[in-house]
């Protein structure tokens, strides 16, 4: 059932009657409300608070409907604008709609009239910010999109998620490389009464220190070089769902102060401007990052970790959950077939992917199963397919010596930085072929390239 609370609609009209019977029927609805009394008001209320949708009397004194109309659209895009006018306005509210608002309706309106025009409003406001969300994530697929897994430290992870997803509790969750952090926050979001609302990601890990800000919380135009218009936040985008700040170990100490202060206050104001906005969402960070270790080497504010690490989800590697892998396998062999129907792993395959240390976890187990349906010339992957690196695939019962085992282990950063270099030798350096394969941003894969010294040197 979806939460209308989370919904803020703001009425502008200058007369009390009117404000106080659309007030009435809204808030009816299950609707927030707020009023405004005039159109200098309502840009004033614009200016410092997030809406979804105002009901805006185009005729006012001072400033009329169609100069609040346009300040909306110029500073809160996202937000849909229902024009109210009287039967005679009826040609102005069509320029309205030119001008970017969503509906009208006239006076007096019906409670049936009113709540339908509302609910198409929502609907459109809900298919613009899905289809944003859609063209910004092409270029970072999500890991895995399913929650796979039956071994029981995973079902007692996905328990203990649950229900913390209750209540709008700050969470976090720590993890190695490829564990699946998204997939987990976002399972997190599915089960909360926030699950009609937007989902929003952001990979703080990728984005540049002087850009975290703008992309978070937004600009004005003139605010800095080649801010050329006025542009909401990734914040407002997830108005009344959740925001997911991925790889959070990486944001500076700069940021750290004012992401603080967002994460308490859920206020913040966009780059090169002054007015506090606010807005309403639930907050899931992430790292793999020890950030009890950067607070000790003064990396991490301490007072941040400490509003973090409150609420935490630990999602344990895939050599501590070696009966998942069986079923990782097969969900992926099944996600990447083509027409025809899905590879089978042979005996011998599946006992080496289970022996298989996996130290780039899940992302590693994916990108090993999409490489080998490549490789494999027939129904069946064979070991060779597979091409996992022999040093580090271990079996489970075996005792080693312990100098032995420390030679057959790696970090997991080599491993990585082994990993990348081999898919990029596969696809002859083709960076996007080769996102595409590791299933990360092309971004992504240049700073991880730039992070482990990987350059093509071309022979000459």
């Known amino acids: 059932?979806?939460?209308?609370?989370?919904?803020?609609?703001?009425?502008?009209?200058?007369?009390?009657?009117?404000?106080?019977?659309?007030?009435?029927?809204?808030?009816?609805?299950?609707?927030?409300?707020?009023?405004?009394?005039?159109?200098?008001?309502?840009?004033?209320?614009?200016?410092?608070?997030?809406?979804d949708i105002v009901i805006l009397d185009v005729e006012m004194p001072r400033v009329d409907g169609l100069e609040v109309l346009q300040h909306i659209k110029e500073h809160s895009p996202w937000t849909e604008v229902i024009m109210l006018?009287?039967?005679?306005?009826?040609?102005?509210?069509?320029?309205?709609?030119k001008l970017g608002a969503s509906d009208?309706?006239?006076?007096?309106?019906?409670?049936?009239?009113?709540?339908?025009?509302?609910?198409?409003?929502?609907?459109?406001?809900?298919?613009?910010?899905?289809?944003?969300?859609?063209?910004?994530?092409?270029?970072?697929?999500?890991?895995?999109?399913?929650?796979?897994?039956?071994?029981?430290?995973?079902?007692?992870l996905l328990e203990k998620a649950k229900r913390f997803a209750d209540d709008d509790y700050l969470i976090h969750i720590e993890g190695e490389s490829g564990t699946g952090k998204e997939v987990l926050a976002h399972y997190i979001h599915t089960q909360s009464r926030r699950k009609e609302h937007p989902f929003v990601m952001v990979?703080?890990?990728?984005?540049?220190?002087?850009?975290?800000?703008?992309?978070?919380?937004?600009?004005?135009?003139?605010?800095?070089?080649?801010?050329?218009?006025?542009?909401?936040?990734?914040?407002?985008?997830?108005?009344?769902?959740?925001?997911?700040l991925d790889e959070i170990g990486h944001i500076d100490l700069t940021f750290q102060q004012k992401l603080l202060k967002f994460v308490e206050t859920k206020t913040y104001r966009r780059v090169g401007d002054t007015a506090?906005?606010?807005?309403?969402?639930?907050?899931?960070?992430?790292?793999?990052?020890?950030?009890?270790?950067?607070?000790?080497?003064?990396q991490f504010r301490n007072d941040l970790w400490y509003r973090l690490n409150v609420m935490k989800l630990e999602i344990p590697p895939l050599r501590s959950r070696r009966s998942d892998i069986k079923l990782f396998a097969e969900y992926f062999l099944d996600k990447f077939k083509k027409l025809q129907q899905p590879k089978k792993l042979t005996e011998e395959a599946?006992?080496?992917?289970?022996?298989?240390?996996?130290?780039?976890?899940?992302?590693?187990l994916q990108s090993t199963i999409q490489r080998a349906i490549a490789l494999s010339g027939d129904d069946f992957i064979t070991i060779e397919d597979l091409a996992i690196e022999p040093n580090i695939s271990i079996h489970v019962s075996d005792k080693f010596d312990s100098n032995?085992?420390?030679?057959?282990?790696?970090?997991?950063a080599e491993s990585e930085n082994k990993h990348i270099q081999f898919v990029l030798h596969s696809v002859d350096w083709n960076i996007s072929q080769a996102a595409k394969i590791l299933q990360i941003g092309r971004n992504t894969l240049y700073a991880k390239m730039k992070e482990y010294g990987i350059e093509h040197i071309v022979s000459k």
């Open 1 to 51: 059932m979806i939460d209308k609370k989370i919904y803020h609609v703001l009425i502008v009209d200058d007369e009390a009657e009117i404000r106080k019977l659309l007030g009435e029927g809204i808030r009816y609805l299950g609707y927030s409300v707020s009023v405004a009394v005039d159109g200098a008001d309502a840009i004033n209320l614009v200016n410092s608070n997030h809406f």
């Open 85 to 97: 006018t009287g039967v005679k306005d009826i040609r102005i509210a069509v320029s309205a709609i």
């Open 104 to 156: 009208y309706l006239t006076k007096p309106t019906s409670f049936d009239e009113l709540e339908i025009v509302i609910e198409k409003c929502l609907r459109q406001k809900s298919l613009r910010t899905s289809t944003f969300l859609m063209q910004r994530s092409l270029d970072k697929a999500c890991l895995f999109d399913a929650v796979v897994g039956n071994s029981e430290p995973w079902l007692a």
């Open 203 to 244: 990979d703080c890990g990728v984005l540049h220190s002087t850009l975290i800000e703008s992309e978070l919380f937004g600009h004005i135009k003139g605010s800095f070089t080649g801010a050329d218009t006025n542009k909401e936040g990734l914040v407002e985008i997830a108005q009344g769902g959740t925001l997911f």
């Open 276 to 298: 506090t906005r606010t807005v309403d969402v639930r907050i899931i960070t992430a790292t793999n990052k020890n950030l009890a270790e950067e607070v000790r080497v003064q």
């Open 350 to 364: 599946l006992t080496a992917l289970e022996r298989y240390q996996w130290p780039g976890n899940v992302r590693e």
């Open 404 to 412: 032995v085992l420390h030679t057959a282990l790696i970090s997991l």
